[in-house]
């Protein structure tokens, strides 16, 4: 398995981007299974926005400061994702506004995603070098085995109110 931080953020993205297309085409009537998907979305945002924020973005900071205004408009980004989880979370399949708050966490992480993988990933591998996105990469696999599952982890909870006071 690549420890290359791009290559592990890519692997997150595909996975992400599978359980939306399943949530998508879930019928409207068949909460139970709506229920599982959007649970298993938020944990793998809460993972993967907890890895890029405690590892990758900082880690570019210093590394790349011309993305500064690209990693600080990702955190803005991460920020609402992490709220709409925590929302869905804690909402009710049956809640009216489920189905809707849900498409606009998967409109909103497909923008993010696209703006990563298009714009600013390019530019990462560009000016860093394989040695170091995988050392980036295997911090991000270190982080990963104690990142919060869910929402309201206090590490997560921390990340939120961080963005917050930011």
Known sequence: MSTDAIV?????????????????????????V??????????????HTYIENEVMYP???????????????????????DLL???LDAMDPDNE??????????EAVGHHIDEEEGEWFPKVRAALGRKEL??????????RATAPRRPQQPSSLKKAA???LA
């Open 8 to 32: 592990l953020l890519r692997a997150d993205h595909k996975e992400i981007r599978h359980l939306f297309r399943a949530f998508e085409s879930t019928g409207d009537d068949d909460n139970a």
């Open 34 to 47: 709506k229920a599982d998907l959007v649970s298993r979305i938020v944990e793998a945002l809460t993972v």
């Open 59 to 81: 880690a570019i900071r210093e590394l790349v400061p011309e993305l500064e205004s690209d990693i600080i408009e990702s955190l803005e980004e991460h920020h609402v994702a």
């Open 85 to 87: 989880c925590a929302e």
């Open 97 to 106: 506004r489920f189905g809707a708050k849900t498409t606009v966490l998967i």
């Open 134 to 143: 995988q050392d980036i990469g295997a911090r991000m696999l270190e982080v």
């Open 162 to 164: 961080d963005a917050l």
